[in-house]
């Protein structure tokens, strides 16, 4: 019987761990050439501000389909300002072969309010260069105060598809060549 308890304490332990960290894209299908935005922000079933305080150091460790896109830039919403002193940086580890993305706030502000129950936690960019399943992978995320707050997850995949660039029919085209031929065709001159 304890063992049952055990088992099931840690499924429901590790179910909330997982639900702190949502990983989301702004759309499902991509062309080759899109922007692929990867969001990543923590929710909470109460407010941040009884939980993080507003100086805290987070990281994500992640791989991505590199063979169907390539790693852009990261950036931070209008949350994070001077006051709140962010300091985002994203490297690449070649020997585990996975990237990290930490995120440290030092500043006098929060960049959440005393209701927010969601944190932007910044927004990861790809640039879509093949046809196919881009997949983006959370092996590890934790998230941290010097208070004592900890929160980690681990195993988060989300995917979405790279489809072909929308082309126009060949009958399209030939109707458009055909009309465009037609603009510039000159009167011939008769002789008499």
Same mark, same amino acid.
Do not use: C
């Given at each position: 019987m304890k063992n049952v308890m055990l088992t099931f304490c840690l499924l429901v332990s590790s179910f909330n761990s997982v639900? *702190?960290?949502?990983?989301s894209s702004d759309a499902d299908n991509y062309a080759i050439g899109d922007t692929i935005n990867i969001n990543l922000s923590l929710e909470k079933n109460e407010p941040i501000s009884n939980?993080?305080?507003?100086? !805290?150091?987070?990281?994500?460790? !992640?791989?991505?389909?590199?063979?169907? *896109?390539t790693f852009d830039s990261a %950036?931070?919403? *209008?949350?994070y300002t001077t006051d709140v002193d962010a300091d985002p940086i994203v490297s690449f580890d070649s020997?585990?072969?996975?990237?990290? %993305?930490?995120?440290?706030? %030092?500043?006098?502000?929060?960049?959440?309010?005393?209701?927010?129950?969601?944190?932007?936690?910044?927004t990861l960019s790809f640039v879509a260069t093949e046809i196919?399943? !881009?997949?983006?992978?959370?092996? %590890? !995320?934790?998230?941290?105060?010097?208070?004592?707050?900890?929160?980690?997850?681990?195993?988060?995949?989300?995917?979405v598809q790279i489809v072909a660039n929308e082309v126009p029919e060949p009958a399209s085209i030939a109707l458009f060549a055909f009309a465009f031929s037609a603009l510039y065709r000159k009167p011939k001159k008769h002789s008499f």
């Open positions: 639900a *702190g960290l949502i990983v939980l993080l305080d507003k100086n !805290f150091d987070m990281a994500t460790y !992640f791989m991505f389909s590199d063979n169907k *896109g %950036y931070l919403s *209008g949350l020997l585990f072969k996975e990237w990290t %993305y930490s995120l440290s706030t %030092y500043g006098s502000q929060a960049p959440f309010s005393l209701t927010d129950m969601v944190l932007d936690l910044g196919g399943r !881009f997949d983006f992978n959370v092996s %590890y !995320f934790f998230i941290s105060d010097s208070p004592g707050y900890f929160d980690q997850a681990f195993d988060i995949q989300h995917s």
